[in-house]
């Protein structure tokens, strides 16, 4: 910054030094006109090197500011995130050690919460280590050509018990010879957040389907449900961290609010785009288009 600093000054001082002395003696430029002539180019010059010099900074500087904001907000967030579980575990403990353990009922049903609040917090640390995995592009294989159909075929056999679960069907419509190249375990660890939201998302008796198919565009794989909806506001926050339609359904359900970031930082690494609709008491659509 210091070296573009004296660049600029150096410009600007040559350019008048030109002017004023250079020019009315080997020009033969007047007085008046000299000095309107050096305002004029001192002028364009300052302009120029405002673009090069200080509006990159500002730039800069902004986005610093606006990243420190991120940061405050997700450490928030996580602090917030984490606590929560932590002090109901805590609780739960302290009110067993005061006596409530002596009432087999009572100590059964609290070692049942305590062990729900230690799940939701270790998919919550798992979570965030996936997304500082993927925002440093780490454990992904970009050489690896992997067939769409039949990753897709082992996702959803897995994912059947747990839609079964919740009294949901899943379905498929795939089509043949779709190849993706990239890590297939990041692409099946995108499909299967994308699935599992459809799931907790879709009500009892609903139908989940996940397609896969050749585009103009590329290879879109898409997963629909037939839930409660996004509102249209509500489209472009899907992907940030925490962000939750329903809050208390999604942590009823066990959701970190981190699985459609998951997604788009994958969906990043994989060059694809991310598209959503979605209709209110109708369902979304969740559709991630892979560049050929």
């Keep these: 910054m210091k070296k573009q600093f004296f660049v600029s000054v150096f410009v600007l001082v040559l350019y008048n030094i030109f002017i004023l002395y250079i020019g009315p003696v080997k020009y033969g430029l007047t007085y008046p006109l000299t000095i309107l002539?050096?305002?004029?180019g001192s002028g364009i010059i300052a302009t120029f090197l405002?673009?090069?010099?200080?509006k990159p900074f500002a730039e800069?500087?902004?986005?610093?500011?606006e990243a420190e904001s991120i940061r405050r907000e997700f450490v928030a967030?996580?602090?917030h995130e984490l606590k929560t579980p932590l002090t109901s575990i805590t609780g739960f403990i302290e009110t067993l050690q005061s006596g409530a353990q002596e009432d087999p009922e009572i100590r059964s049903k609290f070692i049942d919460i305590i062990a729900i609040e230690t799940a939701r917090l270790t998919r919550l640390i798992e979570d965030l280590l996936i997304i500082s995995d993927l925002e440093n592009k780490r454990s992904m294989d970009f050489d690896h050509t992997f067939d769409v159909k039949a990753s897709l075929e082992s996702i959803v056999e897995t994912m059947i018990p747990i839609a079964d679960n919740r009294g949901i069907s899943l379905e498929s419509d795939l089509e043949n010879n779709l190849l993706i190249t990239g890590s297939e375990d990041r692409f099946k660890q995108m499909m299967v957040n994308l699935i599992d939201n459809a799931i907790k998302y879709s009500g009892n008796g609903k139908v989940v389907t996940i397609r896969a198919k050749n585009t103009i565009e590329g290879i879109e794989v898409s997963v629909q449900d037939q839930g409660i909806g996004v509102k249209e506001e509500d489209i472009p926050r899907l992907f940030e961290r925490f962000f939750r339609v329903d809050k208390s359904r999604s942590q009823k359900m066990g959701g970190t609010g981190l699985g459609l970031s998951i997604v788009k930082h994958t969906a990043a690494l994989f060059g694809a785009a991310l598209k959503v609709e979605s209709h209110i008491g109708k369902g979304s659509t969740f559709s991630v288009i892979f560049k050929k």
Excluded: G
Excluded at 37 to 40: E, G, L, P
Excluded at 60 to 65: D, G
């Design 37 to 40: 002539f050096s305002i004029a």
């Design 50 to 54: 405002f673009n090069w010099l200080i």
């Design 60 to 65: 800069l500087k902004y986005q610093l500011e």
């Design 77 to 79: 967030n996580v602090t």
